[in-house]
């Protein structure tokens, strides 16, 4: 067995104890829901978004927990939470799709191993924790709780490299399954009426996620204003490195295009 073939197994490893541990402490300070109807139905849409690629041997799966927080998050065994007071916002299969595919892209493109597999092989041993973000964990992160010793630009630089993989990995994943991408985001827009994002009132989201599709579709142009608008309305929000960088591209498309 090559070195790295033996370092890849020990995270592997890693990884899977420490989902275990959060897995078991969530079981332990929250009340799952049950309720055999709606996990069927979540697990046929779930079914019905899975790309051909999947991980061998990770099923994804929904665990709804009974909490009127809006947070839906993912662990690389495939469990995909989502929280009772997110999912009674919703008001359409659509964008439950979008919740859901962007969590299924971050288990089917094994993020959390590729974030650890970054980090210098002396910290193989660091107990690693996540930070579960508000309002569908767009920008979840998978962080060190002991110094890590990868430069905090690069983290952040591979962060917003797996954030918008699965931004483009989970739009595609709505799309092929026949939902209309207009539709689905109209989630935000959901969430923005019930106050479900009250840390950042000026919500970018929406034209984060608007500009997304636009930027899909080829029109740079239209996404640009979009992702304009986004950093306009929270020029101070933790998540801005990450949108300025679909906005370079954005500039970049559109000045060849003037060439």
Not at 167 to 173: A, H, I, S, T
Not at 185 to 198: G, M, T, V, Y
Request: net charge negative.
């Amino acid at each position: 067995m090559s070195s790295s073939q033996g370092r890849g197994e020990r995270l592997t490893q890693l990884l899977s104890f420490e989902t275990r541990r959060q897995q078991s402490a969530i079981a332990r300070r929250s009340l799952l829901y049950r309720e055999p109807q709606l996990e069927q139905y979540l697990e046929r849409m779930v079914a019905g978004l899975m790309p051909d690629d999947g991980v061998e041997g990770v099923v994804p799966h929904v665990v709804l927990v009974s909490d009127p927080g809006q947070n839906a998050y993912s662990f690389p065994d495939g469990a995909i939470y989502i929280h009772t007071g997110l999912l009674s916002h919703l008001e359409s299969e659509a964008e439950l799709a979008l919740l859901l595919s962007h969590e299924l892209a971050h288990v089917t493109r094994r993020h959390a191993l590729r974030a650890l597999a970054a980090g210098p092989a002396e910290t193989d041993e660091t107990i690693f924790d996540r930070t579960l973000s508000d309002s569908l964990a767009w920008f979840h992160e998978l962080t060190a709780q002991k110094e890590f010793a990868q430069p905090y630009a690069a983290r952040m630089s591979l962060r917003r490299s797996l954030e918008q993989e699965a931004d483009r990995v989970g739009l595609d994943m709505v799309i092929k399954a026949g939902y209309d991408p207009h539709e689905a985001i109209e989630i935000f827009e959901h969430l923005r009426e019930c106050n479900a994002i009250a840390a950042d009132p000026s919500l970018p989201e929406p034209y984060k996620a608007i500009g997304l599709i636009h930027l899909k579709k080829g029109q740079a142009r239209s996404a640009r204003g979009f992702f304009e608008s986004a950093l306009a309305l929270a020029p101070h929000a933790h998540d801005n490195d990450y949108i300025r960088s679909y906005l370079t591209q954005c500039i970049t498309t559109i000045e060849g295009e003037d060439l």
